[in-house]
């Protein structure tokens, strides 16, 4: 079976699992799933594609090194969206680098509530006026939009 297909069908609450059990593939199945839309979030900030990279990388190993994902107690996409995104702010601050968003990651209204307001998939729901069934379908084609550019 193709590694993509065995990763889709790994779901995240059996990856989270997986991360608290220490298992050695943990981090790869979250790499392989979730790295490319977190890097189209970096990607936000700025024109250069090696601070971005730079940027995704520590938002990535911070999130092994500081357990944060043993404290995720909702659901992993929207985690991870909002966490990089917030890591990618503050480093761009903390160097002084000037925000030039050249790829616009965070284009829809759900996933800028998502990332930048830290709602709920409920509460983004309700200020867009859509149920929240239709929030999750859009989250995740909107994730599937991001995991897929080619960067």
């Not at 079976?1 to 069908?9: A, D, P, R, S």
């Not at 250069?48 to 500081?66: D, H, P, V, Y």
């Not at 790829?103 to 200020?127: G, M, P, R, Y």
């Amino acid at each position: 079976m193709n590694l993509n297909l065995q990763i889709n069908h790994i779901s995240d609450e059996q990856m989270l699992n997986l991360i608290a059990d220490n298992d050695v593939k943990a981090s790869e199945y979250l790499y392989d799933k979730y790295a490319a839309a977190m890097y189209s979030i970096t990607l936000h900030f700025t024109d250069n594609k090696e601070i971005a990279n730079k940027t995704f990388t520590e938002a990535f190993l911070q999130l092994k090194e500081k357990n944060k994902l043993l404290k995720v107690r909702c659901a992993l996409c929207p985690f991870l969206l909002r966490y990089t995104h917030n890591y990618a702010s503050q480093y761009i601050k903390k160097w002084g680098i000037s925000v030039v968003p050249k790829i616009k990651a965070v284009d829809s209204q759900l996933i800028h509530l998502l990332c930048t307001q830290c709602n709920s998939i409920k509460e983004a729901a309700f200020k867009l006026n859509i149920t929240e069934a239709t929030a999750i379908k859009n989250l995740q084609r909107e994730f599937l939009v991001l995991r897929n550019k080619n960067y």
